[in-house]
């Protein structure tokens, strides 16, 4: 089974730490056969501001040296990809930064509310034994899911569980993400008809995988083709983990392929 990995973050990314050039030679020596890094641009940064343009130099230089690191012949495929954040928050400035020369992969991801709700990162807000606030925030969520496909300029949809990562496993409340099955369903169906994919995400191995069993049955039932896998790793020796798991999900879940983008295309590799 080929080994992939398509959400990765360096340096580059305000919480990454390591070079590209460290991320592609570990992932040579952990066996994955494709990495794509994808940095973020978050429209809305952590800090809840505007970031009205994205510089790709760091990138480019970074992903330029990793390509150089590889030894000749090297069976690894690196791939130069974006996790785009929060695109509803200005949807021309997201545009604006898709328009890299040999960008292979846009990841489509909201990380903060909305501007009613301050434009907060979930990450720094406390949800202890406050589920009227996860509920809000939620609501907020798939709304910005809603006008992110309307939009439609991403490949894959990612980790649509995200909030969950804080309001449940680090907070303590009792959410799936079935509970809200009826707003994920909708997008799902939206995603669907848009031909985009959704997204696996292991947070680095860390993630039990049950949210993403609800969704991928959904989004089969519905017709839904194209699914992606990421351990969405911040440091080097994250990469690749939950992914063998993910790929297993994928194929109980009656998928036959998997989904990697080059240059804004999918191309499909079967599972088994
Ligand atoms: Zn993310
Ligand atoms: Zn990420």
């Known amino acids: 089974m080929m080994l992939l990995d398509t959400h990765s973050h360096s340096r580059v990314s305000f919480d990454g730490r390591d070079s590209r050039r460290e991320l592609a030679l570990s992932a040579l020596d952990a066996g994955l056969d494709l990495l794509c890094v994808t940095d973020h641009y978050d429209v809305v940064n952590e800090r809840s501001e505007l970031v009205p343009a994205y510089d790709w130099a760091p990138a480019r230089r970074e992903h330029a040296e990793a390509i150089r690191a590889l030894p000749a012949g090297a069976p690894l495929r690196l791939l130069y990809g974006l996790e785009l954040g929060n695109a509803p928050a200005c949807f021309d400035a997201a545009a604006a930064a898709l328009a890299e020369e040999g960008l292979d992969f846009v990841i489509g991801s909201m990380h903060n509310a909305s501007a009613r709700l301050g434009w907060v ?152």
Do not use: Q
Not at 169 to 185: A, I, K, N, Q, T
Not at 194 to 220: C, F, H, I, P, S
Not at 257 to 270: A, D, G, I, M, N
């Open 121 to 272: 990162d979930w990450y720094y807000v406390d949800y202890h034994e406050n589920k009227a606030l996860a509920l809000r925030h939620l609501e907020d969520y798939f709304d910005s899911l809603t006008a992110l496909i309307e939009w439609g300029n991403y490949d894959t949809l990612g980790h649509l569980a995200y909030p969950l990562r804080y309001m449940r496993d680090r907070d303590g409340l009792d959410l799936r993400l079935s509970d809200f099955r009826e707003r994920y369903v909708e997008i799902l169906r939206r995603n669907a008809e848009r031909g985009r994919a959704v997204e696996v995400n292991t947070n680095r191995g860390r993630d039990t995988l049950t949210d993403y069993r609800d969704l991928l049955l959904d989004w089969k039932a519905l017709g839904g083709e194209h699914v992606t896998v990421g351990a969405d790793a911040h440091w080097a020796e994250d990469l690749g983990k939950g992914i063998r798991e993910a790929l297993d999900l994928i194929k109980a879940c009656g998928f036959e392929y998997v989904t990697y983008y080059e240059k804004r295309k999918p191309v499909c590799v079967r599972v088994d």
